[in-house]
């Protein structure tokens, strides 16, 4: 390899690691490395998979460790590829709400989307463009964006009213943040826990 694709190499190298970002598409990689023609960087893309420097996780879609060391959420949210954050089923079963295991890792951002990475099953519900740029209850977290259990509660009530819960809420939190989200309001969920 000549010394000037090596220095070439090398900055775009030193662009990564200022990212710090292990997940990346193949537009992000054309912006950050100033190549214009796609097809350029594909073959390009192509050459440093086969050299072991890339992962390919899916067409479009690198990284730049193992797909076995990637952290499966983080790996959901990029692969999504615009504004969403874990929610619903799998907040709930953490926060100990639901007693059964998600199928899925979910999310909840622009559109409806079901896909699958390796052994990791993914859904991602699609919520009203008011409602998702709500950052009441959500917060960063390991490079990805999370509810926390009450605004995982009302988005998954806000999907299924009815949803059954494993472990009692305090209503009243979660009436105060539907109304500050905005979300409709589930009265029959607040009188069934008070006639307990």
């Excluded at 998979?49 to 959420?73: H, K, M, N, Q």
């Excluded at 740029?133 to 509660?153: I, S």
Aim: charged content about 20%; aromatic content about 12%; glycine content about 6%.
């Amino acid at each position: 390899m000549s010394t000037l694709k090596t220095n070439i190499s090398a900055r775009r190298f030193a662009l990564l690691n200022q990212r710090k970002e292990q997940l990346f598409h193949i537009n992000d990689l054309a912006v950050l490395w100033g190549i214009s023609n796609l097809n350029t960087l594909r073959i390009l893309l192509k050459r440093y998979t086969d050299a072991g420097i890339f992962y390919r996780v899916y067409r479009g879609f690198y990284s730049t460790v193992p797909l076995s060391e990637l952290d499966p959420i983080l790996l959901g949210a990029k692969a999504i590829h615009g504004p969403c954050y874990l929610s619903t089923e799998s907040v709930l079963f953490e926060a100990g709400y639901l007693a059964q295991v998600p199928q899925s890792i979910t999310f909840v951002g622009e559109k409806n989307h079901h896909f699958s990475i390796g052994s990791n099953h993914y859904k991602c519900r699609q919520l009203s463009p008011q409602y998702l740029y709500n950052g009441a209850g959500v917060e960063e977290k390991n490079g990805f964006l999370a509810a926390g259990p009450e605004r995982a509660l009302c988005d998954l009530l806000y999907f299924n009213p009815k949803a059954h819960l494993d472990k009692e809420p305090s209503w009243n939190n979660v009436k105060a943040l539907q109304k500050n989200l905005g979300y409709p309001l589930t009265p029959e969920r607040y009188d069934r826990s008070k006639s307990k």
